[in-house]
């Protein structure tokens, strides 16, 4: 039975490493899905900014041609001089000059105003654009290195698989059935637990001393009653009379 225990414990040993390999590739697609998400976001930030500053550069230009119609209306105006006839007309005139200025003048002061508000908004664009140019580029390496070594795994595990079931088939049927039992309930991948000083090394639990004495004679499978791992003696427990 000892023999069949130590073909247990490289089963084990291949298994857990499997684990390792199946947890990590298993966690491998949610962190490029949050890559990808970051991306996104900073895409659609940039995007918004993008659109923010074109409507602004649109609002400037509705401005400006009404500013330019006022200024040809007021030149207009003005070439009117000369054809007054009297002290009542000038007046009027000067008026409709003064209320033609004062339009053009706020026209000028709003576009000004979105002027500064493009400008700023230019330099933060492109503060955006840089910072985020360079985190883009480094998830998107990320993404592409998690898929190379998805394919890594994927490859491992295969030849791994392999490895083991080559190593199951020389296991007796009863015993490899144990074990994958106890391997599929467990949570942590592991179905194999030393004892050693009459203890389980899978949760640290003392186990009773008669336990502990048949796990050293071999005879049969015992499970730890605690964490349900088959016991195997470790090797300082196969000899303990024999001193080094
Ligand atoms: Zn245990």
């Not at 209306?73 to 004062?102: F, H, M, P």
């Not at 088939?169 to 015993?175: L, T």
């Amino acid at each position: 039975m000892l023999e069949e225990l130590k073909k247990l414990k490289d089963l084990q040993l291949l298994d857990s490493e499997a684990f390792r390999l199946e947890e990590e590739l298993e966690s491998l697609p949610e962190k490029n899905e949050a890559l990808q998400q970051k991306i996104s976001e900073m895409q659609s930030r940039l995007s918004e900014l993008r659109n923010a500053i074109s409507i602004q550069v649109e609002e400037k230009q509705k401005r400006e041609e009404i500013l330019h119609k006022g200024e040809d209306k007021l030149k207009v105006i003005t070439g009117k001089q000369s054809a007054i006839r009297n002290k009542e007309e000038y007046n009027a005139l000067l008026r409709e000059i003064d209320n033609i200025k004062r339009f053009n003048r706020d026209l000028s002061d709003e576009i000004a105003e979105i002027d500064k508000e493009i400008e700023f908004k230019n330099n933060e664009l492109k503060l955006i654009e840089e910072e985020t140019e360079s985190k883009i580029n480094e998830f998107g390496k990320m993404i592409k290195d998690n898929e190379k070594r998805m394919t890594e795994l994927d490859t491992n595990l295969e030849k791994m698989i392999t490895k083991r079931d080559k190593l199951a088939e020389n296991i007796r049927p009863a015993i490899y059935r144990k074990y994958q039992r106890i391997l599929e309930s467990s949570p942590n991948g592991k179905a194999i637990a030393l004892a050693e000083d009459k203890v389980c090394t899978g949760c640290n639990m003392t186990l009773p001393p008669e336990l502990f004495n048949m796990v050293l004679r071999a005879t049969r499978i015992e499970v730890c009653p605690n964490c349900q791992c088959i016991l195997v003696p470790s090797q300082k427990s196969e000899k303990p009379a024999q001193p080094q």
